[in-house]
């Protein structure tokens, strides 16, 4: 089975711009998690969307916002862009909240 | 806020010798899973605990779950150069969905 992809693989933005992240979660898998992994930190919940409703954010602020599509895939939204933005964002599949998790490759924002 | 300890941040071993990270948690979790990070990959899941004081085995690897479901331990016999990498738990807080990742431990395995 296909495993989770993420687009674009690579991101360079300008402070206070917009930047969209996109998910393709697998087949199947109906919960979508985003998380941001800062360079050589650990990872930081950002947002939970299972059948199509947010169910969760983290203690980002309101300009981290995102949707989950009927096909389950999900595109993370980040407004004004600052530079302590720029880190690995990474989406998790599940089949439901209480499964493993199947990471993507992640997007890499470079805010500059 | 709640939180994820890892410790220790680092381990150098030699290839052969016993590795342990352990992870606490400010709070009870419902769950607890492990992942593996390799340089420059993504988090790899290994394994999930759910009952309190439970322990499984993968091959050289064994995960316990406290009691108290606060805590948990990965520990890895004779380590092997393909074992490098970081290895965090994560788990949710009980009667949330929202995962909390630990702060994870970076191994080195020395040829």
């Known amino acids: 089975e296909a495993g989770v992809t993420q687009s674009p693989t690579h991101l360079i933005k300008t402070r206070g711009q917009q930047a969209t992240l996109r998910c393709s979660p697998i087949?199947?898998?109906?919960?979508v998690y985003w998380y941001q992994q800062a360079l050589g930190l650990g990872l930081q919940f950002l947002l939970w969307y299972d059948e199509g409703e947010e169910r969760n954010r983290g203690n980002f602020p309101p300009r981290f916002s995102g949707r989950q599509f009927p096909n389950y895939s999900s595109e993370l939204n980040v407004n004004a862009l600052e530079l302590e933005d720029s880190a690995l964002y990474l989406c998790?599949?599940?089949?439901?909240?209480?499964?493993?998790?199947?990471f993507g490759p992640g997007t890499r924002l470079t805010v500059t | 806020g709640q939180q994820v300890m890892q410790i220790p941040q680092y381990q150098h071993v030699q290839e052969g010798e016993d590795f342990t990270t352990y992870c606490n948690s400010s709070t009870t979790l419902s769950n607890i899973q492990w992942y593996k990070q390799r340089p420059g990959g993504h988090p790899v899941f290994l394994i999930q605990?759910?009952?309190?004081?439970e322990v499984k085995k993968q091959k050289r690897l064994t995960f316990q779950f406290g009691e108290a479901k606060k805590n948990s331990s990965l520990h890895i016999t004779a380590t092997q150069t393909t074992d490098v990498g970081t290895y965090f738990c994560?788990?949710?807080?009980?009667?949330?969905?929202?995962?909390?990742f630990g702060t994870g431990t970076r191994l080195k395995v020395l040829a």
């Open positions: 605990l759910v009952k309190s004081g």
């Open positions: 998790a599949s599940l089949r439901g909240p209480t499964y493993e998790q199947y």
């Open positions: 994560a788990g949710p807080p009980s009667g949330t969905y929202k995962y909390i």
């Open positions: 087949s199947g898998h109906t919960s």
